[in-house]
């Protein structure tokens, strides 16, 4: 898991992260701002506190997606669920929201609720880091009862309700958690 930056950046890095899932540009910027100083331009003067996360989260999206063929700028669910998977292993779950939820607005019945509590697993996780454990909790909670017993375009989500329950009863216990894998 890994922290958040200021919403400005977060937002800024978030829709280049995935623009590079389909476009050669964005991918070069993430691999210049993964790179000493390459954060320059993106950060105001006040700013260049952030610069080290900036860089890991730059870095770590560009090694997920880097083995990833570029994908159509509309990929269809199946694409989403795939590149959600490599940037969720990665750490870098608000970015998984953002792929998701487009495909989430769209959808109906069960597919929706397995995206809600995919979703509410990757920002549960996101709070974690961030250090919202109340949130982190909440939300993994009501993840773990979304995905229990359901399937998503033939993944089986139930390893990911238990760990997101497990999850959240460690943090109640005030112990550390360590991110599941996305269901595959």
Known sequence: MIPTLPLRLRNRLAETILAARHDAVARDALAALGTAGGAGTWLARDETRW???????ARRALAALAARPPRAATADLAAALDDAAALFDAGLHFEVHEILEPHWARSEGEAREALQGLIQAAVGLQHLANGNLGGARSLL????????GRRLLGRDLDALARAAGDAAARIERGEPVTAP???R
């Open 51 to 57: 610069e080290p996360l900036l860089s890991e989260r």
């Open 141 to 148: 909670l009501d993840a773990a009862g979304r995905l229990h």
């Open 181 to 183: 894998a996305f269901p």
